[in-house]
Nanobody
Framework: QLQLVESGGDLVQPGGSLRLSCVASSLTLDPYAIGWIRQAPGKEREVVSCISSNDGSTYYADSVKGRFTISRDNAKNTVYLQMNSLKPEDTAVYYC?????????????????WGQGTQVTVYS
């Protein structure tokens, strides 16, 4: 079973940056599209970004386009989410998740394996 471990969450001021990492501790990430999904208190889960397994195509939610960048390093079995120009509304628990499908999905329900999450808090 694929196991995912996130890191990099922190407290940051508006306008700041963070880089989240997602490492697979068991199987290789190669066959999976990997997404970053966030959930704020009282809100629905939101797929903020995803990177496909085959051609490296990416997906970004409108709320993060131009500010977040997803990348993967298959040699390190790691996917990153670079988050710039952070806003208070980016505050959430960020989960790394994998889907057996080669291409990305904007629906959280389509992801099969989930990490434990990492907290990102953007405060003034």
């Amino acid at each position: 079973q694929l196991q995912l471990v996130e890191s990099g969450g922190d407290l940051v001021q508006p306008g700041g940056s963070l880089r989240l990492s997602c490492v697979a501790s068991s199987l290789t990430l190669d066959p999976y599209a990997i997404g970053w999904i966030r959930q704020a208190p009282g809100k629905e889960r939101e797929v903020v970004s995803c990177i496909s397994s085959n051609d490296g195509s990416t997906y970004y939610a409108d709320s993060v386009k131009g500010r977040f960048t997803i990348s993967r390093d298959n040699a390190k079995n790691t996917v990153y989410l670079q988050m710039n120009s952070l806003k208070p509304e980016d505050t959430a628990v960020y989960y790394c998740a994998a889907t057996h499908r080669a291409y990305c999905s904007g629906y959280a329900i389509m992801y099969d394996y989930w990490g434990q999450g990492t907290q990102v808090t953007v405060y003034s």
